[in-house]
Every structure is written in structure tokens, then in C-alpha cells.
């Protein structure tokens, strides 16, 4: 069975709920044929009259030419009002299609893609997709309508004209035709380099205080020159390829009209067509060479961008989340990891033969030294990645067979990076959703963001990235945003480290203080009224699970947790 076409999906996405603005501007498009035969036609006839010293006659041209330019300019300006509705539509439904796909990916999918892709395709791709895809629609519409348009108008002047008319514009036809394959390959790789170019600034902008604080503005200059030469290399070989098709197909289509110009003045000497004819003739003859060597450069062009289509089609495909088993939001049991082994790389795993159980609505700490694999098990826990080995279990259910967006529905994760969008304090926090004001207030309270909010108001904006807002309050903010979901279970990775030592207590304390919520909490604070109050501690060491169990047991059992509480400061008590 053939295997469907994966960008057939967001090529309907174009026309979706945009048919009729399609049909009404290729129905205006299509109104210049009868205008380009008239001009054609008049001029050959003024060219008569004058030969004829016929002056009424030329007074009735006069007026026919003047109504031809009004019918002309005036569905050209509704051409391109009506192609600019059509397109922006087809465009923004496109895009649409393509993220609202790439938001079903599983969290996985971004752990290991460069969201560089993206930023390419969603951008500079459609930009080209636009001119070379949908634009040209139109002209692979009205040419094939000009050329037979044009042949049935010189046939009724000359059949031996038009026979040598057709036969000269094979020429350009072949020429053109023989660059396209290349044309499409070039397209391709600029679309590519483009790519790659669009995730280096994204990183080189993203790193901008970096580079600053170490004084490597010239390393990163040297970066950016590199990857901007590569992409306009790329760039000048496609556009010297397709200059070098335009040219060809340009000197063919000389060739052409000369050619046709001798012929008809051939004719003409010998009486079998008039002056008047020739005239019509050689300016119809773009009408017939325009369209052979036209399609073929624009099908090369529609191929390339339909290959940005299929590529975009490809990358929202990849890595996809898998279907699976829906479970309800609610951990009845248990979640138990048992064997559980990971790496990013095969030979030199993170995680080690870790087992653990986490019963339904206990209160679980997960410590160990920077490196140990904690934030890896974290985010295992929430399917970011899928090649462990071992297994991670969720009432008995293995995690690998459980759809994605039901896992989501179970489990939030507040990490260490919050992202904050350029919109409200209180938007940000509802992630754009409608919850009640109570719920709101006690999420902000217990977030410890009662005091922001009494300051700047909920409407505050928070400016890219939360750039309006401090570390510590971004980090609140992302703890409220947990708290007012309220799924069963939470995961916390050192979500309380960007904030003061008294807020981070109270934050930590409210979060332990939920009631019918299983929490597994990341922390590098070890506070001993704090630590008490779980009902089992893990400890892990270079990716093993060393230790575990309650805080005095721990303590009294003098091992690694004992030597981390001790090193942190806090007196062991």
C-alpha cells in the first residue's frame, strides 16, 4: 500500500475555510486574458488604419484602448486586494495547523530537538512557501488559459504564423526544463543552512549575558560570521543557478520572438497576412513563450517549496507522542520504579539500577550531590525520555504505554528554568485557562506571591521570558501555576532555590502541607524541621540509590545523607 503524503494535511490547511476567496482570485486573475488579446488586438489594427489613412477609424480605437486600460487596472487592483486576503489566510491557517501538531508532542520529543527547526520552518520557510507555492498557483492557472487563449486568437489570422509560433517556443521550454531538478535541490539546502543559521543566533542571544561577563564578544562575532557566511554561500549558489536558468530560458525566448517577427514579415511580403498582423502576432508572442518557459521554472519552485512543506510535515512527525493507554487523573496506588537504568549516552549511564516506591499522597525528598541524576529521574517521571531501561510503573500501568497527555493530567513538574511569558502576572499563572478567584488567591498566597501581586497588580506584564520579573518571583510564579492545577501528583526540582531562605521555607512548607497530593521534592536545602516531615528520603550517589529512609533514621545511620546534612551547614539535631 502506498504510503500517504505527510504534507497532504497542511496543504488542505491552505484552503480551509478559504475556497471561495480562492475561486473569486483566480476568477480576477484570469480576467487579464481577454485584456491582453484586446491590447494585442488594437494595436495590430491601428497599425492597419494608419496604413488605410482611416482616422474614424482610428477615434473608435481610441476609445475601445481607453476602456481595455480602465477594465485592465481596475481587476488588477482587485487581483491583488483579493490575493493578499487569500494568501494572508492560507498562511496564518497553515502555521496554525503546523503548531498546533507540534504542541501534541510528547515533552520527550523537546528534550532532544532543536527548537532551531522550528524558528526555520515557521518563518523563513514560509516565507518562500508563500511566493513560490501559492503565488504561483495563480500563474500555473492563467498561463496554460493565456497559451491556448492566445493560439485559438492567431489561428483565426494565420495558421502558417502560428505552426512557426509554437514550434520557436519549444526552445525556451527545453531550456528551462533542464535546470529545474538542480533548482529544487538548491532550494532545499537553503532552506537547511537557514535552519542551522536560525538555531545559532537563537543560542548566541540566548547566551548574551554569558558572552558579556567573559568578554567573548569577539569569539562570538567569529561564531556568528561563520554561520553567516555558510548561509549566504548557500544562498548565492541558489541564486546564481536560478539567474542561470532565468537567462537561458530569457535568450531562448529572444530567439523566439525574432524568430516569429522574420517569419511574419515574411508573410507579409508576400501579401498573405497584413502589417497589422505582424504586430499582433509579436506582441502575442509572450502570451506563448511566457507560458513554456514560465511553467516549468514555476513547477521547479512549487516542487522546492512543496519539499519545505513535506519537510515541516517531517519534523512535526518526528519523534511524535505516542498513542497509549489513558488513565485517570488520579494515583490510586502507587508509582514504583523498579531496575530503572538511563544514560544519554549507553556507555556511561546517569541512572543506575534504581528502584523506589512512591505510595499515593506521601510526601517524598530526593537529595544528593549536583550530578547525581535527580533532575534525569524528574524528568523520566514525566516521559521526557523513553530509552530506560528497567521499569516505571504508575498503578501497575508501565509509564512507555501511557498516553502522553493523560500522564499530563497526573503530574506537573516545577524545574529549576521557568519560562514566563510576555503576558499578565495572573495570565501566566492560569496559563491563559479560567480557574476561580479563590483558587487563584490561594495558589498566589501559598506561591508566597501575595506581596508582587498587592505591589504591581495581577495585570502587571512580565515582559519576555519574564524579564519585568526577579528570579525568585519567576519561580513563584511557576509554583503557583502548579499549585492551581492541582494534579495528584507533583514534582518539584529545587523549584525553591532562586528564592531567600525564609520564603523558600514557607513555600516548601505549603507545598508539604497539601493534602491527597503525592510530592517527590528536589532539594539541596537540607533544614532538619523540614526533612521530618517526609515520609522517606532517597539519596542518591552518582546515579545509585545509596540510601533511603526516614530523617532520624538517616541521621543515626552516619552514612552519605548524614556527611550531605552535615556539609550543608545545618547542625545535625
Known sequence: MKKADPARPYIRAFYEHNRLRFLGTAALYIMEVPSVLAISWVLGEVVDAIAALDGNRLVRLLWVAAGVAVLMGVSETLYYRALSGWLGRALGRYKSYAFRHLTEKGISAFTRESTGRYLSVLTGDVTVIGADYLENLFELIIHPLNFAATLIFMLTYSPALTGAAVVLCVLPFLG??????ELARREKALSDA????????RDLLSGFSVIKSFKAEREAGRIFDKENRSLEQVRS???SWRGAMQGVGGSLSVVAQFGMFFVGAYLALRGSITAGTVLIFTNL???LIQPVQQIPQLLAKRRAARGLIGKLAEIVEENAAHEGVTIEPELRDAIEIDDLTFGFDA??????DVSMRLEAGRKYALVGASGSGKSTLLNLLMGGFEGYEGSISVDGKELRDIDPDSLYDLMSLIGQNVFVFDDTVRRNITMFRDFPA????????????????AERGPDYRCGENGAGLSGGERQRLSIARALLRGTPVLLLDEATASLDNETSYAVTQAIL????????????????ALLRQYDEIFVLRDGELCERGAFQELMERRGYFYSLYTVSGTKPN
Open 176 to 181: 528551462v526544463t533542464a535546470f529545474s531538478p
Open 194 to 201: 537557514n535552519e542551522g543559521f536560525v538555531g545559532k543566533i
Open 237 to 239: 549558489r541558489r541564486l
Open 285 to 287: 508572442s509572450n502570451s
Open 347 to 352: 556507555e556511561k549511564p546517569v541512572l543506575r
Open 438 to 453: 479563590e483558587d487563584v488567591d490561594s495558589a498566589v498566597d501559598r506561591a508566597g506571591l501575595t506581596e508582587l501581586i
Open 513 to 528: 502541607d497539601l493534602e491527597g497530593v503525592t510530592r517527590l521534592i528536589v532539594t539541596h536545602r537540607l533544614e532538619g
